[in-house]
């Protein structure tokens, strides 16, 4: 089996969450979905898991963050500049917030940070590897 990541994300309204995920691009696990958690794919490796703030509780008693902390930046690659910016647009759209930081260009790299009805903070990201300039400084 290869490896994977899921990210365990706490939510105060999952069906309002589902839907803001999906319109980032993000697809339905119905296996690992139920009332309590919902289980987003992005790709074949990574998922996100939506739980309940009930749920939530069931793995730590640590306190939820007020939703204008910032305790990570996930980021997440797309297939261009537009796919960057398309996923911003349904951020703000699907009651996320848009560029809560300055966009950042470096020709090579393209990237806006969003964050989630939660607060949680994504960073979508666009990047020419091909592009990437050398550190040679001999050339």
């Known amino acids: 089996m290869s490896r994977m990541i899921f ?3 706490p939510v ?3 069906d309002a969450s589902v839907a803001f995920y999906t ?4 697809e339905n696990n119905p296996h690992f979905t139920d009332d309590t958690a919902a289980c987003m794919v992005w790709s074949e490796a990574i998922n996100v898991m939506l739980l309940t703030h009930a749920k939530w509780r ?3 008693s640590r306190p939820l963050p007020p939703t204008t902390s910032s305790e990570v930046m996930l980021a997440l690659s797309c297939d261009s500049r537009a796919a960057v ?3 911003n647009e349904a951020a703000a759209a699907k009651g996320g ?8 260009d470096l020709g090579f790299m393209y990237n806006r940070n969003l964050a989630d009805p939660d607060g949680h ?3 979508a990201m666009w990047m020419d590897p091909a592009a990437i300039p050398s550190n040679d400084s001999t050339g």
């Open 121 to 123: 903070v994504w960073e």
């Open 12 to 14: 105060a309204d999952l």
């Open 7 to 9: 990210v365990n994300l």
């Open 58 to 60: 069931t793995f730590t």
């Open 23 to 26: 319109s980032l691009g993000f």
């Open 97 to 104: 917030t848009a560029d809560i930081n300055p966009p950042q």
């Open 85 to 87: 910016d398309a996923m």
